[in-house]
């Protein structure tokens, strides 16, 4: 017999109860509570399932490429990337980071099939973690996965205003950038993808299913027209030449400090992991949508990337440009028309604007299995499921919040993104650090692991070791600013954010959390 250590009560509901196998032959209890496979998980881990289960493969795979969206990304952060770095910067440590993230998600998309939960890193990290630190390491995670996705959400909805912007300015010459119209304009992306969430979000995974159809003949919609009609640039110079128009007087630290250009578009694949409550046969079909998402979009990226940077042009006009968006100062010099131009921005827009759909969901289902376990203030408000619409809409609201909050950067400083994009950067990467370190940790003490159905095997300590290297590297060059000396306006403020989220949780975790918090390990039924 299988035994419990601890259960929650939440309104007079104990959580976890005996998985019930009747359910196989009732079609909307299956949607509802998912295969025999994921209701044992749920049971398992000690959880209710509360949302319905109406993702499957394609579905999920087109809610990861589209929240991805590495090559629409791409093109919107290559303008970080050609002040520090360069063509040839963007290019090659692309590949490394490419490479380095199918390392870090097949280590996570293990870990997702042995535990298929919301909570995801910080659920992982208590189970895996040594006893005596499971229940702190889990809760600081949890706080950082908070972090990363409410800023990740914000990110992705200024990432969406300012190319917005950008195309205003292209079909009105006159037009000039206001800090407040960029501000105005989260509002506008972050309150669409709230409502969208809320009352459309049954909808979302028949959403997500077209939308991946636009993603994928969107590419090569615009990349046959760059090729076709785009100018060739020398493939020697696009190749090799690195720029420094940030002041380091070192190419290599100029590269390194534009880093968050191409990890941005390569950052996200645990998003299913978020969702895999609401997936279907969440254990077999959870790493299969990590892997080809990180695989396909990668790849796109990757030759959407080597195709912008060999039509450029001039280098010091596309970052002159009146639009301040590089790949738009592209289009316009590639079709020689405003109209043709408008309609290929407004696809990569467009996709923009899904991807922060995607991001919001993710951030509020992740908020939500923090707040079930007791980790923030007000756990109850964020942890409820509205059984109208079956989603957390509170959680859906603060996602709104935290995005028109961290907006308002945008009023006082003239690298707002960085700080935003830096910010998330950071919190999602160190969660990956930890929590593959405790899966790696249980490998070198031969410990046992949990059965699931995607296994590495032999490959597994060498794939966990390669991905901490290659995310501590990342992490650390995550808080460099654009150039040395930053004025107050242009400094990358995120470590700032960062370590000030860090103390908070710590002293919150110290005065409150640890009297209430006791971490999913403690749910979690244990063989007998």
């Not at 630190?133 to 969406?160: D, E, P, R």
């Not at 009609?229 to 420094?244: E, H, R």
């Not at 923009?352 to 951030?363: E, R």
């Not at 060059?477 to 004025?487: A, I, V």
Request: aromatic share 12%; with cysteine.
């Amino acid at each position: 017999m299988a035994e419990i250590a601890k259960l929650p009560v939440i309104d007079g509901e104990t959580y976890g109860g005996e998985p019930d196998a009747a359910v196989d032959d009732a079609p909307e209890e299956v949607e509802k509570k998912g295969t025999a496979a994921d209701r044992h998980a749920m049971w398992r881990m000690g959880k209710v399932q509360e949302m319905r289960r109406n993702f499957r493969f394609v579905s999920i795979f087109g809610f990861s490429m589209i929240l991805m969206a590495s090559w629409e990304t791409m093109l919107g952060t290559a303008t970080i990337g050609l002040v520090d770095g360069g063509t040839a910067g963007l290019i090659w440590m692309y590949l490394i980071c490419w490479i380095g993230f199918i390392c870090v998600n097949t280590s996570m998309a293990e870990m997702g099939s042995m535990a298929p939960t919301s909570g995801g890193q910080y659920h992982w990290v208590s189970e895996f973690a040594p006893a005596k630190y499971q229940k702190f390491l889990s809760y600081m995670i949890g706080w950082l996965c908070v972090l990363g996705w409410q800023t990740g959400a914000a990110n992705t909805a200024f990432l969406a205003g300012t190319q917005i912007q950008g195309l205003i300015a292209l079909n009105k010459p006159d037009y000039t950038f206001e800090a407040w119209h960029g501000t105005l304009l989260v509002f506008a992306v972050s309150a669409f993808n709230v409502i969208f969430n809320t009352f459309l979000a049954k909808k979302l995974p028949l959403v997500e299913g077209i939308v991946l159809v636009v993603h994928i003949f969107g590419f090569f919609a615009i990349l046959v027209v760059l090729w076709v009609l785009g100018p060739k640039g020398d493939a020697a110079a696009t190749f090799t030449t690195f720029n420094d128009y940030g002041g380091w007087n070192n190419y290599g630290l100029a590269t390194l400090s534009g880093l968050v250009a191409v990890v941005l578009p390569l950052l996200g694949a645990d998003a299913a992991v978020h969702m895999s409550e609401e997936l279907r046969n969440a254990s077999k079909t959870l790493p299969r949508s990590m892997i080809w998402t990180t695989l396909i979009n990668g790849s796109t990226g990757w030759v959407m990337l080597i195709t912008f940077c060999s039509v450029l042009g001039s280098l010091d006009e596309a970052l002159e440009t009146p639009t301040k968006q590089a790949y738009l100062y592209v289009f316009y010099n590639v079709t020689e028309s405003v109209s043709g131009a408008s309609a290929m921005g407004a696809l990569v827009i467009t996709m923009a604007i899904f991807c922060n759909l995607s991001i919001t969901a993710t951030s509020s289902r992740q908020l939500f299995a923090f707040a079930r376990d007791q980790g923030i203030p007000f756990s109850s408000t964020f942890a409820y499921v509205n059984p109208k619409f079956d989603v957390p809409i509170n959680a859906i609201c603060l996602a709104f919040t935290v995005s028109c909050l961290l907006s308002l950067i945008n009023l006082g400083s003239s690298i707002a993104l960085i700080n935003i994009a830096s910010l998330s950067t950071a919190a999602i990467i160190a969660s990956y650090i930890v929590s593959i370190s405790c899966i790696a940790l249980k490998r070198i003490r031969n410990e046992p692991l949990l059965p699931s159905s995607f296994k590495l095997g032999l490959a597994g300590l060498p794939i966990n070791i390669a991905s901490i290297v290659f995310l501590v590297f990342i992490f650390v060059f995550s808080f460099f600013p654009m150039g040395p000396k930053p004025s107050p306006a242009g400094m990358n403020w995120s470590i700032l954010m960062f370590g000030s989220t860090i103390v908070f949780s710590w002293v919150y975790y110290y005065l409150h959390g640890r009297h209430v918090y006791a971490g999913p390990v403690a749910y979690v039924r244990k063989s007998a």
